[in-house]
């Protein structure tokens, strides 16, 4: 089973969202993110969170639906931890994320840091008008178009990180968070792979999907 999460940040375009809603699609809004599929008339079969941010009236348009509504008012959680842990729950194999960066850099920084949490869990893509983010296995390489945008981030090291097909290669080098990223850098050829032997590796790779 496949999952999309809505989160209360920065959304892509609904034609983007629309690429990853398909029949069998399980839909979760965490919170706030209920406002916006209330705004464009999605429905949704879980509502979840501690219900700080979303609105009365998008809260009874649910209800009414008869979606699955969960407050969870465990403060030592977030919505996007509530909602995942919904889906591990659900044996959900794939999620893909809308909403997870914008708004407020807080926010942002602190849903990279869950991403780590549960990313061995199940595979986990937060998608953006322009970017797919995820953390990398140790090995991964990907058809991509030459010259465009490439950024690897390490949360908060990752040793050994080998790279073909990139302007700037790493050999067996290690990046570390506040020393030295792999950011901005620009694929030279028509595939890229990326392998590291330690640590952990967050990616930032264009979807092309508009």
């Known amino acids: 089973m496949q999952a999309v ?3 209360n940040g920065r959304l892509p375009d609904i034609k983007i969202i629309k690429k990853f809603l398909h029949k069998n699609t ?11 599929l209330k705004e464009i008339k999605l429905s949704a079969h879980f509502v979840i969170g501690d219900f700080d941010s979303i609105n009365e009236a998008s809260l009874a348009h649910f209800k009414k639906k008869q979606t699955v509504v969960i407050q969870e008012n465990d403060q030592e959680t977030t919505d996007f931890e509530k909602a995942l ?13 809308f909403g997870a ?4 850099p807080d926010h942002t920084l602190n849903n990279f840091s869950i991403l780590k949490r549960f990313y061995k869990k199940t595979n986990i893509v937060l998608i953006t008008d ?47 968070f ?9 694929s030279d050829s028509d595939k890229v792979s990326i392998s590291f032997k330690e640590g952990d ?8 999907l508009k």
Do not use: Q, W
């Not at 960066?101 to 407020?104: A, K």
């Not at 590796?201 to 092309?208: A, C, E, N, Q, T």
């Open 5 to 7: 999460v809505f989160l």
């Open 26 to 36: 399980l839909i979760i809004a965490a919170d706030g993110g209920a406002n916006y």
């Open 85 to 97: 842990k919904l889906c591990i729950k659900n044996k959900v194999k794939g999620i893909t994320v």
């Open 101 to 104: 960066t914008g708004m407020r």
């Open 130 to 176: 322009e970017f797919a983010v995820f953390y990398l296995p140790k090995r991964f390489s990907f058809n991509y178009k030459s010259g465009e945008t490439v950024s690897l981030v390490p949360m908060p090291i990752a040793a050994g990180v080998k790279t073909k097909g990139l302007m700037y290669p790493l050999n067996n080098e290690t990046l570390e």
């Open 178 to 186: 506040g020393k030295r990223e792999g950011a901005l850098n620009k």
């Open 201 to 208: 590796l967050l990616i930032f790779r264009k979807h092309f």
